[in-house]
């Protein structure tokens, strides 16, 4: 089924194989990004007809609320939102006592505030769509309850803030038959999950779209896996 999709972070990684694999079954995707990259601009041009881009930064509200303008002007709904667009600021994986909180404030205004700003925004749209999804992708890292790591601080707390973030959405938006899932999308490699992960972007991209474009109960889970499978807050 043809859907509009609207997706952050699409410029690399994940976002960008997302990107590609939705365009690829025939969706339209309106993408924001804070920066472009060539290969984005390679999938416009492969997909004129199916792929918008918009610059903003998410955590910039004035301008998420300016970009949903512009969306609406020209298209009447959004069936599927995906809050991919995250970063990592302690990938060296310092020990508290080497820890640079100046990252901290940055991490969580991006990886669990700006999902909320840019669904807020998007809600008009949202409601009047089809497919009704709002993902968020979170990690296995904001797992509490099965946390193993020793430092990486800010990419796990601002995880596990997504996760809040998502079920309080789950519990506000039920009623208006609107589903949030906060997916952990496994480990790929990236300049995020560095070069040992077991899997590219494309394959964990490929996973995630057949999570994304299928029908989720409002009451069943939203803290999967890659497989669709509950994971543990």
Known sequence: MHQNVLITGANRGLGLELTRVLLQ??????????RGSDALLRLRDEFA???????????????????????????????LLINNAAVHLEQSKPALEQVDFSVYLPSFSINAVAPLIVVKHALPLLRRGDGKLIAN?????????????????SYCMSKAALNMASQLLQNALKEEGIKVLALHPGWFSSDMGGSQAPITPLRAAQDAAKLLTKSWPLDGPIYIDPQGKTLAW
């Open 137 to 153: 992708i979170s990690s296995e890292a904001g797992g509490i309850g099965t946390a193993w790591r020793k430092s990486e601080y």
């Open 25 to 34: 079954i025939g969706q339209r995707v309106f993408a924001i990004n804070r």
């Open 49 to 79: 007809d199916g792929l918008l881009l918009y610059s903003a930064d998410v955590t910039d509200e004035h301008a998420i609320e300016d970009v949903m303008r512009r969306i609406s002007e020209e298209f009447n709904h959004i069936d």
